[in-house]
Protein backbone atom coordinates (compact mmCIF):
# COMPACT_ATOMS: atom_id res chain seq x y z
CA UNK A 1 0.00 0.00 0.00
CA UNK A 2 1.27 3.33 -1.12
CA UNK A 3 0.04 6.09 1.11
CA UNK A 4 1.23 9.87 1.78
CA UNK A 5 0.57 12.58 4.64
CA UNK A 6 1.44 16.12 4.54
CA UNK A 7 2.48 18.51 6.82
CA UNK A 8 3.19 22.84 6.75
CA UNK A 9 1.31 26.52 6.32
CA UNK A 10 1.74 28.58 3.26
CA UNK A 11 3.94 30.81 5.23
CA UNK A 12 5.44 28.26 7.70
CA UNK A 13 8.93 27.27 7.81
CA UNK A 14 8.87 23.90 5.59
CA UNK A 15 6.20 21.90 3.97
CA UNK A 16 7.03 18.54 4.62
CA UNK A 17 5.38 15.15 3.13
CA UNK A 18 5.99 11.23 4.13
CA UNK A 19 5.46 8.66 1.60
CA UNK A 20 5.29 5.16 2.39
CA UNK A 21 5.52 2.27 0.43
CA UNK A 22 7.97 3.05 -2.24
CA UNK A 23 9.57 -0.20 -2.64
CA UNK A 24 13.08 -0.91 -2.32
CA UNK A 25 15.64 -0.96 -4.80
CA UNK A 26 14.51 2.19 -6.69
CA UNK A 27 17.17 4.85 -8.11
CA UNK A 28 15.99 8.01 -7.74
CA UNK A 29 16.30 10.56 -10.54
CA UNK A 30 16.59 13.94 -7.81
CA UNK A 31 16.49 15.95 -11.09
CA UNK A 32 12.77 14.83 -11.99
CA UNK A 33 11.68 15.86 -8.58
CA UNK A 34 13.13 19.57 -9.07
CA UNK A 35 11.43 19.52 -12.77
CA UNK A 36 7.93 18.41 -11.53
CA UNK A 37 8.38 21.47 -8.59
CA UNK A 38 9.53 23.99 -11.29
CA UNK A 39 6.48 23.20 -13.20
CA UNK A 40 3.59 23.62 -10.75
CA UNK A 41 5.16 26.85 -10.45
CA UNK A 42 4.89 28.00 -13.44
CA UNK A 43 2.29 29.15 -15.78
CA UNK A 44 -0.09 32.86 -16.83
CA UNK A 45 -1.65 34.27 -14.08
CA UNK A 46 0.00 33.02 -11.18
CA UNK A 47 0.98 35.44 -8.32
CA UNK A 48 3.47 37.22 -6.74
CA UNK A 49 4.53 34.52 -4.32
CA UNK A 50 5.47 31.80 -6.97
CA UNK A 51 8.44 34.86 -7.81
CA UNK A 52 9.74 34.34 -4.24
CA UNK A 53 10.21 30.93 -4.19
CA UNK A 54 12.36 28.34 -5.69
CA UNK A 55 10.72 24.75 -4.56
CA UNK A 56 13.29 22.59 -3.53
CA UNK A 57 12.69 19.18 -2.16
CA UNK A 58 14.71 17.76 0.45
CA UNK A 59 14.64 14.07 0.90
CA UNK A 60 15.65 13.47 4.44
CA UNK A 61 14.94 9.27 4.82
CA UNK A 62 13.97 6.30 2.99
CA UNK A 63 16.71 6.81 0.31
CA UNK A 64 20.58 5.62 0.77
CA UNK A 65 23.25 6.45 -1.58
CA UNK A 66 20.01 7.47 -4.49
CA UNK A 67 18.67 4.32 -3.81
CA UNK A 68 15.03 3.80 -1.68
CA UNK A 69 15.14 1.28 1.39
CA UNK A 70 11.63 0.68 1.28
CA UNK A 71 11.39 3.24 4.00
CA UNK A 72 9.02 5.84 4.60
CA UNK A 73 10.75 9.07 2.11
CA UNK A 74 10.19 12.23 4.14
CA UNK A 75 10.62 15.28 2.46
CA UNK A 76 11.15 18.75 3.14
CA UNK A 77 10.02 21.97 0.84
CA UNK A 78 11.48 24.85 2.56
CA UNK A 79 9.51 28.12 2.29
CA UNK A 80 11.54 31.08 1.25
CA UNK A 81 8.71 33.69 2.38
CA UNK A 82 8.84 32.22 5.56
CA UNK A 83 11.98 34.77 6.64
CA UNK A 84 9.32 37.72 6.09
CA UNK A 85 6.77 35.81 7.99
CA UNK A 86 8.15 34.00 11.24
CA UNK A 87 6.86 36.62 13.50
CA UNK A 88 2.99 35.88 12.49
CA UNK A 89 3.61 32.48 12.31
CA UNK A 90 5.93 31.79 15.37
CA UNK A 91 5.38 28.17 16.49
CA UNK A 92 6.60 29.28 19.87
CA UNK A 93 4.73 32.26 22.04
CA UNK A 94 5.91 34.86 22.18
CA UNK A 95 8.63 34.90 19.61
CA UNK A 96 11.70 36.41 20.75
CA UNK A 97 12.62 39.71 20.63
CA UNK A 98 15.21 38.73 17.59
CA UNK A 99 12.76 37.11 15.72
CA UNK A 100 12.63 39.10 12.48
CA UNK A 101 9.47 40.15 10.59
CA UNK A 102 6.54 41.46 11.48
CA UNK A 103 3.49 41.18 13.86
CA UNK A 104 0.36 41.21 10.99
CA UNK A 105 -3.04 41.39 12.26
CA UNK A 106 -5.65 38.55 12.67
CA UNK A 107 -7.55 38.34 9.90
CA UNK A 108 -11.52 38.66 10.46
CA UNK A 109 -12.85 38.93 7.29
CA UNK A 110 -13.47 35.07 5.79
CA UNK A 111 -13.70 34.80 2.33
CA UNK A 112 -16.36 33.08 0.49
CA UNK A 113 -15.89 30.18 -1.59
CA UNK A 114 -12.44 29.66 0.78
CA UNK A 115 -12.22 27.47 3.33
CA UNK A 116 -12.00 30.18 6.02
CA UNK A 117 -15.27 31.04 7.56
CA UNK A 118 -16.56 26.75 7.65
CA UNK A 119 -12.92 26.09 9.21
CA UNK A 120 -13.36 29.01 11.92
CA UNK A 121 -16.55 27.69 13.01
CA UNK A 122 -15.62 24.17 13.20
CA UNK A 123 -12.01 24.66 14.90
CA UNK A 124 -12.78 27.10 16.97
CA UNK A 125 -10.35 30.00 16.03
CA UNK A 126 -11.02 33.42 16.26
CA UNK A 127 -8.07 34.01 13.40
CA UNK A 128 -8.84 33.14 10.15
CA UNK A 129 -5.06 32.84 9.67
CA UNK A 130 -5.55 29.78 11.56
CA UNK A 131 -7.82 28.00 8.58
CA UNK A 132 -6.04 29.87 5.79
CA UNK A 133 -2.51 28.84 6.38
CA UNK A 134 -3.28 24.83 6.04
CA UNK A 135 -5.91 25.56 3.81
CA UNK A 136 -3.86 27.02 0.97
CA UNK A 137 -2.77 25.17 -2.28
CA UNK A 138 0.34 25.95 -1.34
CA UNK A 139 0.17 22.52 0.00
CA UNK A 140 0.03 21.29 -3.56
CA UNK A 141 3.96 21.17 -3.86
CA UNK A 142 4.46 18.74 -1.03
CA UNK A 143 2.26 16.64 -3.24
CA UNK A 144 3.98 17.22 -6.39
CA UNK A 145 7.09 15.77 -5.01
CA UNK A 146 5.09 12.38 -3.97
CA UNK A 147 3.72 11.89 -7.36
CA UNK A 148 7.63 13.20 -8.59
CA UNK A 149 8.34 9.87 -6.81
CA UNK A 150 5.30 7.75 -7.63
CA UNK A 151 5.80 8.65 -11.52
CA UNK A 152 9.29 6.87 -11.00
CA UNK A 153 7.69 3.37 -9.89
CA UNK A 154 5.35 3.86 -12.73
CA UNK A 155 8.27 4.56 -15.14
CA UNK A 156 9.35 0.89 -14.48
CA UNK A 157 6.34 -1.04 -16.31
CA UNK A 158 6.44 1.63 -18.76
CA UNK A 159 3.50 4.04 -17.61
CA UNK A 160 3.47 7.98 -18.52
CA UNK A 161 2.01 11.11 -17.49
CA UNK A 162 0.98 14.44 -19.28
CA UNK A 163 -1.65 16.87 -18.90
CA UNK A 164 -3.29 19.82 -20.63
CA UNK A 165 -5.34 22.55 -19.94
CA UNK A 166 -8.81 22.19 -21.40
CA UNK A 167 -10.67 25.44 -20.81
CA UNK A 168 -9.58 28.50 -18.98
CA UNK A 169 -13.03 30.41 -18.37
CA UNK A 170 -14.83 30.69 -21.56
CA UNK A 171 -12.08 29.53 -23.95
CA UNK A 172 -11.65 26.10 -24.68
CA UNK A 173 -10.72 23.55 -26.97
CA UNK A 174 -13.45 21.75 -28.94
CA UNK A 175 -12.89 18.10 -28.14
CA UNK A 176 -10.56 17.43 -25.59
CA UNK A 177 -10.53 13.72 -26.34
CA UNK A 178 -8.88 14.03 -29.60
CA UNK A 179 -6.06 15.45 -28.06
CA UNK A 180 -3.79 12.26 -28.53
CA UNK A 181 -0.80 11.37 -25.63
CA UNK A 182 1.85 12.65 -27.69
CA UNK A 183 0.07 16.15 -28.66
CA UNK A 184 0.03 16.62 -24.58
CA UNK A 185 3.59 15.61 -24.59
CA UNK A 186 4.67 17.54 -27.18
CA UNK A 187 3.48 21.22 -25.69
CA UNK A 188 6.92 23.36 -24.64
CA UNK A 189 7.56 23.22 -20.91
CA UNK A 190 7.74 26.79 -21.02
CA UNK A 191 4.48 27.32 -22.58
CA UNK A 192 2.14 29.77 -20.67
CA UNK A 193 -0.88 27.75 -20.21
CA UNK A 194 0.02 24.29 -20.95
CA UNK A 195 -2.91 23.82 -24.08
CA UNK A 196 -2.04 22.15 -27.09
CA UNK A 197 -4.11 25.06 -29.48
CA UNK A 198 -2.10 27.95 -29.58
CA UNK A 199 -5.10 30.31 -30.60
CA UNK A 200 -7.31 28.85 -28.17
CA UNK A 201 -4.81 29.35 -25.30
CA UNK A 202 -4.24 33.05 -26.27
CA UNK A 203 -7.61 33.12 -26.01
CA UNK A 204 -7.29 31.24 -22.37
CA UNK A 205 -4.49 34.29 -21.55
CA UNK A 206 -7.17 37.48 -22.62
CA UNK A 207 -9.67 35.83 -20.24
CA UNK A 208 -7.00 35.82 -17.00
CA UNK A 209 -6.55 39.53 -18.21
CA UNK A 210 -9.87 40.33 -18.04
CA UNK A 211 -10.66 39.05 -15.11
CA UNK A 212 -7.43 40.76 -13.45
CA UNK A 213 -8.27 43.71 -15.01
CA UNK A 214 -11.93 43.64 -13.33
CA UNK A 215 -10.07 42.47 -9.42
CA UNK A 216 -11.23 39.35 -10.72
CA UNK A 217 -10.23 35.32 -10.51
CA UNK A 218 -11.14 32.69 -13.38
CA UNK A 219 -10.92 28.45 -13.31
CA UNK A 220 -11.43 26.41 -16.09
CA UNK A 221 -10.51 22.84 -16.70
CA UNK A 222 -7.80 20.06 -17.26
CA UNK A 223 -7.16 17.02 -18.33
CA UNK A 224 -4.11 14.03 -16.79
CA UNK A 225 -3.81 11.21 -19.62
CA UNK A 226 -1.36 8.07 -18.66
CA UNK A 227 -0.18 6.03 -21.35
CA UNK A 228 1.29 2.60 -20.67
CA UNK A 229 -0.42 1.50 -17.40
CA UNK A 230 -1.10 -2.60 -17.39
CA UNK A 231 -4.75 -3.66 -17.34
CA UNK A 232 -6.53 -5.34 -14.54
CA UNK A 233 -5.58 -1.97 -12.34
CA UNK A 234 -8.22 -1.44 -9.59
CA UNK A 235 -11.61 -3.89 -9.72
CA UNK A 236 -14.67 -4.32 -10.08
CA UNK A 237 -15.87 -6.30 -7.30
CA UNK A 238 -15.91 -3.52 -4.50
CA UNK A 239 -16.90 -0.15 -4.36
CA UNK A 240 -13.45 1.01 -2.66
CA UNK A 241 -11.79 -0.88 -5.43
CA UNK A 242 -12.70 1.10 -8.53
CA UNK A 243 -10.27 2.90 -9.43
CA UNK A 244 -12.25 5.79 -11.14
CA UNK A 245 -13.75 6.20 -8.07
CA UNK A 246 -10.24 6.58 -6.20
CA UNK A 247 -9.24 8.89 -9.02
CA UNK A 248 -11.92 11.12 -8.90
CA UNK A 249 -11.45 11.06 -4.29
CA UNK A 250 -7.87 12.22 -4.89
CA UNK A 251 -8.32 14.49 -8.20
CA UNK A 252 -11.37 16.19 -5.68
CA UNK A 253 -8.92 16.42 -3.26
CA UNK A 254 -6.79 19.58 -4.79
CA UNK A 255 -7.88 22.95 -3.61
CA UNK A 256 -10.53 24.21 -5.89
CA UNK A 257 -11.40 21.42 -7.84
CA UNK A 258 -15.07 20.72 -8.28
CA UNK A 259 -16.21 18.42 -10.24
CA UNK A 260 -14.23 15.24 -12.03
CA UNK A 261 -14.67 13.52 -15.39
CA UNK A 262 -13.20 10.15 -16.53
CA UNK A 263 -12.95 9.73 -20.23
CA UNK A 264 -16.18 11.68 -21.79
CA UNK A 265 -16.95 12.79 -18.28
CA UNK A 266 -20.48 14.25 -17.75
CA UNK A 267 -20.81 14.22 -21.89
CA UNK A 268 -21.49 10.47 -21.58
CA UNK A 269 -24.93 11.75 -20.05
CA UNK A 270 -25.72 13.09 -23.77
CA UNK A 271 -25.25 10.35 -26.15
CA UNK A 272 -26.84 7.21 -26.69
CA UNK A 273 -24.86 4.10 -25.97
CA UNK A 274 -24.26 3.91 -29.52
CA UNK A 275 -22.13 6.18 -29.63
CA UNK A 276 -20.69 6.46 -25.88
CA UNK A 277 -19.26 2.89 -25.71
CA UNK A 278 -16.06 2.42 -27.17
CA UNK A 279 -16.48 -0.97 -29.34
CA UNK A 280 -14.12 -4.12 -29.21
CA UNK A 281 -12.10 -4.85 -32.27
CA UNK A 282 -10.16 -8.18 -33.20
CA UNK A 283 -6.78 -6.42 -33.66
CA UNK A 284 -5.14 -8.77 -36.43
CA UNK A 285 -1.33 -8.27 -35.82
CA UNK A 286 -1.83 -4.10 -35.60
CA UNK A 287 1.45 -3.21 -33.73
CA UNK A 288 -0.53 -1.29 -30.53
CA UNK A 289 -2.61 -4.12 -29.94
CA UNK A 290 -3.70 -4.03 -26.32
CA UNK A 291 -5.42 -7.48 -25.08
CA UNK A 292 -5.75 -8.36 -28.51
CA UNK A 293 -7.92 -5.92 -29.49
CA UNK A 294 -7.85 -2.31 -30.96
CA UNK A 295 -10.80 0.50 -29.63
CA UNK A 296 -12.00 3.20 -31.82
CA UNK A 297 -13.24 5.29 -29.45
CA UNK A 298 -11.72 5.73 -25.81
CA UNK A 299 -14.76 7.88 -24.18
CA UNK A 300 -14.35 5.32 -21.44
CA UNK A 301 -11.27 7.14 -20.68
CA UNK A 302 -9.22 3.23 -20.15
CA UNK A 303 -11.55 2.54 -17.40
CA UNK A 304 -14.06 -0.27 -17.61
CA UNK A 305 -16.32 -1.56 -14.14
CA UNK A 306 -13.09 0.63 -12.32
CA UNK A 307 -10.58 -1.41 -13.93
CA UNK A 308 -7.94 -0.46 -16.37
CA UNK A 309 -8.40 -1.54 -19.57
CA UNK A 310 -5.09 -1.09 -21.13
CA UNK A 311 -6.48 2.36 -23.07
CA UNK A 312 -4.83 5.30 -21.93
CA UNK A 313 -6.12 6.34 -18.79
CA UNK A 314 -8.20 10.10 -19.25
CA UNK A 315 -9.21 11.97 -16.27
CA UNK A 316 -10.57 15.73 -16.25
CA UNK A 317 -10.63 18.13 -13.26
CA UNK A 318 -12.77 21.48 -13.11
CA UNK A 319 -11.25 23.75 -10.96
CA UNK A 320 -13.66 27.08 -9.43
CA UNK A 321 -11.75 30.39 -9.88
CA UNK A 322 -9.48 31.46 -6.47
CA UNK A 323 -11.52 32.71 -3.68
CA UNK A 324 -9.25 36.10 -3.15
CA UNK A 325 -10.38 39.00 -5.34
CA UNK A 326 -8.78 42.14 -5.04
CA UNK A 327 -12.56 43.46 -5.70
CA UNK A 328 -13.68 41.40 -2.50
CA UNK A 329 -17.14 39.68 -2.23
CA UNK A 330 -19.32 40.98 0.77
CA UNK A 331 -18.84 39.37 3.69
CA UNK A 332 -18.54 39.82 7.76
CA UNK A 333 -16.54 40.97 10.30
CA UNK A 334 -16.49 37.52 12.58
CA UNK A 335 -15.53 40.13 15.45
CA UNK A 336 -18.59 42.24 15.45
CA UNK A 337 -20.98 40.33 12.76
CA UNK A 338 -21.35 43.29 10.83
CA UNK A 339 -21.06 43.54 6.89
CA UNK A 340 -17.63 43.36 5.74
CA UNK A 341 -15.48 43.29 2.11
CA UNK A 342 -14.33 39.78 2.59
CA UNK A 343 -10.30 40.31 3.42
CA UNK A 344 -7.32 40.15 0.36
CA UNK A 345 -4.46 37.81 0.56
CA UNK A 346 -2.00 37.40 -1.87
CA UNK A 347 -2.85 35.12 -4.90
CA UNK A 348 -3.05 33.76 -8.06
CA UNK A 349 -5.54 35.59 -10.73
CA UNK A 350 -5.70 31.96 -11.99
CA UNK A 351 -4.20 28.71 -11.29
CA UNK A 352 -5.06 25.95 -13.72
CA UNK A 353 -2.00 24.78 -15.22
CA UNK A 354 -0.31 24.77 -11.93
CA UNK A 355 -3.31 22.40 -11.08
CA UNK A 356 -3.14 20.63 -13.91
CA UNK A 357 0.51 19.36 -12.55
CA UNK A 358 -0.97 18.68 -9.22
CA UNK A 359 -3.58 16.45 -10.61
CA UNK A 360 -0.95 14.62 -12.86
CA UNK A 361 0.85 13.94 -9.36
CA UNK A 362 -2.25 12.37 -7.57
CA UNK A 363 -3.16 10.16 -10.67
CA UNK A 364 0.34 9.08 -10.84
CA UNK A 365 0.21 8.30 -6.96
CA UNK A 366 -3.06 6.50 -7.02
CA UNK A 367 -1.73 4.42 -10.37
CA UNK A 368 1.21 3.75 -8.19
CA UNK A 369 -0.66 2.93 -5.59
CA UNK A 370 -2.67 0.76 -7.62
CA UNK A 371 -0.15 -1.16 -9.32
CA UNK A 372 1.68 -1.96 -6.08
CA UNK A 373 -1.63 -3.81 -4.88
CA UNK A 374 -1.68 -5.66 -7.92
CA UNK A 375 2.15 -6.95 -8.58
CA UNK A 376 3.48 -6.38 -4.85
CA UNK A 377 5.85 -4.08 -3.97
CA UNK A 378 8.52 -4.78 -1.19
CA UNK A 379 10.88 -4.58 -4.02
CA UNK A 380 11.49 -3.32 -7.65
CA UNK A 381 13.33 -6.55 -8.48
CA UNK A 382 9.52 -8.01 -7.24
CA UNK A 383 6.99 -5.57 -9.05
CA UNK A 384 9.60 -6.60 -12.11
CA UNK A 385 9.00 -9.90 -12.31
CA UNK A 386 5.42 -10.27 -11.40
CA UNK A 387 4.65 -7.63 -13.67
CA UNK A 388 6.78 -9.20 -16.79
CA UNK A 389 5.11 -12.74 -15.36
CA UNK A 390 1.46 -10.62 -16.20
CA UNK A 391 2.46 -9.86 -19.94
CA UNK A 392 2.83 -12.82 -20.43
CA UNK A 393 -0.01 -14.42 -19.37
CA UNK A 394 -1.82 -11.92 -21.10
CA UNK A 395 -0.02 -12.00 -24.21
CA UNK A 396 -0.52 -16.40 -24.60
CA UNK A 397 -4.45 -15.65 -23.54
CA UNK A 398 -4.80 -12.57 -25.98
CA UNK A 399 -1.92 -12.26 -28.59
CA UNK A 400 -1.14 -9.08 -26.86
CA UNK A 401 2.18 -7.56 -28.92
C1 LIG B 1 0.43 29.04 -3.59
C2 LIG B 1 0.90 29.85 -2.63
C3 LIG B 1 0.09 30.91 -2.06
C4 LIG B 1 -0.91 31.44 -3.08
C5 LIG B 1 -1.72 30.34 -3.72
C6 LIG B 1 -0.93 29.15 -4.14
O1 LIG B 1 1.00 31.87 -1.66
P1 LIG B 1 0.63 33.28 -0.96
O2 LIG B 1 -0.60 33.04 -0.16
O3 LIG B 1 1.84 33.61 -0.14
O4 LIG B 1 0.46 34.22 -2.11
O5 LIG B 1 -0.24 32.10 -4.11
O6 LIG B 1 -2.69 29.89 -2.79
C7 LIG B 1 -4.00 30.07 -3.10
C8 LIG B 1 -4.41 30.30 -4.30
C9 LIG B 1 -4.93 29.94 -2.01
O7 LIG B 1 -6.14 30.09 -2.27
O8 LIG B 1 -4.50 29.77 -0.91
C10 LIG B 1 1.26 27.98 -4.18
O9 LIG B 1 2.41 27.70 -3.74
O10 LIG B 1 0.79 27.34 -5.14
Request: hydrophobic share 40%; glycine share 10%; charged share 20%.
Amino acid sequence: MLRFLTAGESHGQVLTAILEGIPAGLTLDFDTLATELKRRQLGYGRGRRMAIESDRAQVVSGVRHGVTTGGPIAMLIPNKDWENWQRTMSVESPPSDDTPGIDRPVVTRPRPGHADLAGLAKYGHSDVRNVLERASARETAARVAVGALARQVLAVVGAEIVSHVTAIGSASIPDPLAVTFDQARAIAPDSPLHCVDAEVERAMMREIDTARENGDTVGGSFEVLARGVPPGLGSHVQWDRKLDGRLAQALMSIPAIKAVGIGRGPGVALLPGSRIHDEILPARGTPSANLGVVRPTNNAGGLEGGITNGEDLRVTAFMKPIATLMKPLRSIDVTTMDNSPAAIERSDVCAVSAAAVVGEAMVAFVTADALLEKFGGDSIDELLANWRASCQRLTSRFGRS
